[in-house]
């Protein structure tokens, strides 16, 4: 294609899993039974959160905001890798490309902010205990995830606008299955630089800045942890926040990697596809298999039924 602006390029081709083309109907119906597997785990954790009066507190509120959040996030990848994974041409518009790049940057840079949430919750609950309950109102819960909604939502589309600004004038081709920022950037025949330093703000303020804030949170709670005395007063204050780190690990293990790895290579697909699909349809199981509480509620439930 030649030009020398955005309209040179009408659609772009997602290339999903292109060494893997005679196993693209086994591959769509196992991602399928993953997706499902999501969507039915973290709708089950959002309702057992609901249903048992013993979750009403600011923990499980957070987890099921999370749970929510995640439905929304792979909902923005996982049907249209689904239609690509069987259609002939697969392609997505140019403007499809880039509402799917601000939903994916929202929902994921608000994961990140939810995980920095949960671990500033636990931090408060293990290090300043008698002031938990004044502080942890559910007024300031809801604070705590409406603020960084929005401003994930300003954040993303400051960072698609400027995406969107780059000059596609050459390949329509994206090495990945989802129109993200570094396959976009790597098919771009002119990033100016502006952009460039706009979207790379961007990034860390959706990545890099709730990342940091784990970090420094945990830090906190784990120097506490050791300082108590006592190995089942330790474990009890672990076990509270065990299931958190698991998750934030996972999540932020995977996307790093994928991040790292260059746009050209295959396994930034691969590492992708974890912390975009397999790692939200294992979460349900981490915070009900490694939780009581939740393991309690859903047997008083089931029960009822």
Not at 72 to 84: D, E, G, K, R, W
Not at 192 to 210: C, D, F, K
Request: aromatic share 12%; net charge positive; charged share 10%.
């Amino acid at each position: 294609m030649e030009g020398s602006n955005n309209t040179a390029v009408k659609y772009f081709i997602l290339l999903t899993l292109t060494d893997y083309r005679q196993y693209e109907i086994l591959l769509f119906l196992t991602f399928l039974l993953i997706y499902i597997i999501c969507l039915i785990g973290n709708i089950a954790i959002i309702l057992i959160t609901k249903m048992d009066h013993s979750l009403h507190t600011p923990m499980y509120f957070f987890i099921s905001m999370f749970g929510t959040c995640e439905i929304f996030f792979v909902s923005s990848i996982v049907p249209i890798l689904l239609l690509n994974l069987i259609a002939d041409m697969k392609s997505i518009s140019f403007t499809g490309c880039f509402v799917q790049l601000c939903a994916i940057t929202t929902f994921g840079a608000t994961e990140c902010y939810l995980l920095a949430v949960m671990a500033f919750d636990r931090d408060l609950a293990i290090n300043y205990p008698l002031h938990y309950s004044r502080i942890m109102r559910y007024d300031f819960c809801i604070l705590l995830v409406v603020l960084p909604l929005v401003l994930c939502i300003i954040n993303s589309l400051i960072l698609t606008f400027f995406t969107a600004g780059y000059k596609y004038c050459g390949s329509n081709e994206l090495n990945h299955f989802m129109c993200d920022v570094g396959p976009l950037k790597h098919v771009a025949c002119v990033v100016p630089p502006t952009n460039r330093l706009t979207v790379t703000i961007t990034e860390m303020y959706g990545i890099v800045l709730p990342f940091s804030i784990n970090i420094l949170m945990y830090i906190h709670i784990i120097t506490t942890i050791v300082r108590i005395k006592g190995e089942k007063s330790k474990r009890k204050a672990f076990s509270t926040c065990s299931s958190h780190i698991t998750v934030a690990t996972l999540f932020y293990g995977t996307a790093i990697i994928a991040n790292m790895v260059p746009q050209t290579n295959n396994t930034s697909k691969y590492f992708s596809l974890i912390y975009t699909l397999v790692t939200p349809s294992v979460n349900p199981f981490i915070y009900t298999l490694r939780n009581k509480d939740v393991v309690t509620a859903f047997k008083k439930i089931k029960g009822k039924l």
